[in-house]
């Protein structure tokens, strides 16, 4: 393969007739994020080190645990980092040095992580009342998955190649915790880890089942949802497994799940007005053309799956008060674009759909398909103004 950091001057024109990203940046990412392999070796001697001094990680110390758990989520942010490098410039030796627009977005925001896991590691290292449990909301979750339709097939090949070396750590990382013995106060806590695992397995097999020779987009983004699937639930489960002091309130922190699949569009139970502003709602529904641009996000919306579980994190936060319908000076309460969803207002600090948001700060979710193809999925940040644009 070609040296990445140093291209030749006709993969520089093959990459810029491809509309491709320089990845000199995530290059640099990369070689600077190898050292949470070298914390991932570290946290493996640690739980060496436990059982041999005969302690379990439910004694263990508080700094302990956090450097178990910070080097896993460094070393799973890396690996994925950069199977998705390797597989787009196995995909596309023509351009090695450079990667399409989505690619570059999704790496970046795995390489750009790394670096904060491994510091706090590197804390917990050298500080024995380091506890990461009192600085972070855990177990955190994946940066946000950059969207796009199709997926490229490179993307799937990176996602399938992960998979075997995070499945194999998680693996290790159960038996450790149970091998020492479980609590009996605990042992519902780690059956309820285990049939985590279970279940990311479990897609992880199934979407490695549905691989064909012939291409098929249905078939496709099928196998690309199981895979999410599982390395969500992995990145819980190695955190948790880290530090099984966070199961006890694991439920109220994990995510918001998929939802039924009977509120999927094709489902009875769906409703395709749902992420629209109800205070607004009557007029939209009587627009011929926001009936038709609805009509047509469901259509281009890759994971309308995630995009409810988005819903679910918003309609949580005001059920709980942590956000207030939000409007403007002139009465406006729905931003501009389709689906014209409700504005809100921040009023205790929280994170919605990875990003965090502080008090007073404006938002409204969004949902969009974009000219390029990709579809941008996430909370759009105020603050807001009133427009007689509308955007179908």
Known sequence: MADPMRPSLLTKMRASLAKERDAVVLEALRSAGKAAYDEMMRADRAREQLAADGRTQWD???????????AWNGFMLQTLGEQFLDADYAARPGTVGYVPAVTFDQVSAWLAAVEGWVS???QARVNPDYDIAAELALPAGLPDWAEVR??????????????????????VALYDLERAGVPDEHRAAVNRLKQLNAEAAAAADYAMGLRTERHDARLHELIENNLKTALELWFHVGQLAAMPSLLGSYESLRPAGRPDVRALPGGGRFDPWCLTDPVTLK??????????????????DPDPAATLALKSEVDAAFAAGDIVPLRTRDGSSCYYECPWSPLYEVRRPLRIGGRQ?????????????????TFRRGIVVGPF????????
């Open 60 to 70: 263990a110390p508080p700094a302990t645990g956090s450097l178990l758990l910070a």
């Open 150 to 171: 199709p997926c490229p097939p490179e993307h799937l090949t990176a996602l399938l190649a992960a998979v075997p070396p995070l499945r194999q750590h998680i693996e």
């Open 385 to 392: 103004e009133a427009t007689s644009e509308v955007e179908y």
């Open 357 to 373: 948001l502080r008090v007073l700060q404006q938002f409204a979710l969004q949902a969009i398909s974009g000219a390029d193809g």
């Open 283 to 300: 007029r939209w529904q009587k627009d011929r053309r926001a009936r038709e641009a609805i009509a047509l996000l469901w259509r281009e």
């Open 120 to 122: 706090r590691a590197r």
